[in-house]
């Protein structure tokens, strides 16, 4: 597979640690390093004028750290993500801000180079059924323009959800709780930018903050001041706002009671 070059931006504070990762990117002929800086207020600058595929980012810097800056960027356009710090007590938080991986320094080729070939591995996914073979095959499910798959990370794996078995979503800030089969994945996006992936003829939105597979709506019980409560199959109870009920209504084939007649 020709992949494009990953278009790398280094950000650290300390000069020596980005000419370190310079030195450790040299045998790597796959990246481009497009830019480099040394605090978050700089990278948010640069990630939004070069919109890079790759960002090493170290942790602790004056002003915003790197955990800050990762929130405040789009996740629409959030570049692949490695950490790189000296503090290895921050790993685990790492990986919950889903990146790929976590580098400590001062750097280790062997464990940078690991930490690369994770990286190509998750870039060749991305762009896996992009040639001319998958793309016929998938051409009546890409028809409709809305995502057939979503990938999620949980750890140090990617799951690859298929957007049907979705049964319902929770939004939680810039993250998502989407519950699959009885199971839940964390996921770092905004629900107005998933609900613009998804096929309307298919999820409902039913609160502010929730979005339900109709697929998968079993009862809808009234509650007060025209508010209801959705019933799922697998007995899953959610509320449906006012603010949502006439659409939600719409969907599930629903019409008002008409007043009885003398």
Not at 88 to 110: C, G, I, S, T
């Amino acid at each position: 597979m020709n992949l494009p070059r990953l278009r790398t931006v280094l950000v650290d504070d300390e000069v020596l640690a980005r000419l370190a990762l310079r030195q450790a990117l040299a045998s790597h002929a796959e990246v481009e390093i497009v830019g480099e800086c040394g605090n978050a207020d700089e990278a948010m600058q640069l990630v939004q004028a070069l919109q890079p595929d790759l960002l090493f980012l170290d942790i602790q810097m004056p002003g915003m750290d790197g955990f800050g800056l990762l929130h405040e960027l789009s996740p629409e356009r959030l570049p692949l993500v490695v950490f790189t710090t000296a503090f290895a007590e921050h790993a685990l938080r790492a990986f919950d801000a889903n990146a790929l991986d976590y580098v400590l320094k001062p750097f280790a080729q062997a464990r940078f180079d690991q930490a690369m070939a994770r990286v190509l591995k998750h870039w060749q996914g991305l762009h896996a059924g992009h040639g001319p073979l998958a793309e016929q095959p998938a051409a009546a499910s890409a028809g409709s323009g809305y995502a057939q798959r979503i990938s999620v990370r949980s750890g140090e794996r990617l799951h690859v959800l298929a957007t049907d078995d979705i049964d319902w979503i929770r939004a939680d800030g810039n993250y998502l709780h989407l519950h699959v089969n009885g199971a839940r994945f964390l996921h770092r996006d905004t629900l107005q930018h998933l609900l613009a992936m998804l096929d309307p003829a298919c999820f409902l939105r039913i609160h502010r903050g929730i979005v339900v597979n109709l697929a998968r709506v079993a009862e809808i019980h009234p509650l007060f001041q025209g508010n209801a409560e959705v019933v799922l199959r697998d007995g899953t109870r959610l509320t449906l706002s006012r603010r949502f009920r006439v659409g939600a209504m719409a969907a599930l084939g629903l019409r008002r009671s008409a007043p009885a007649r003398a």
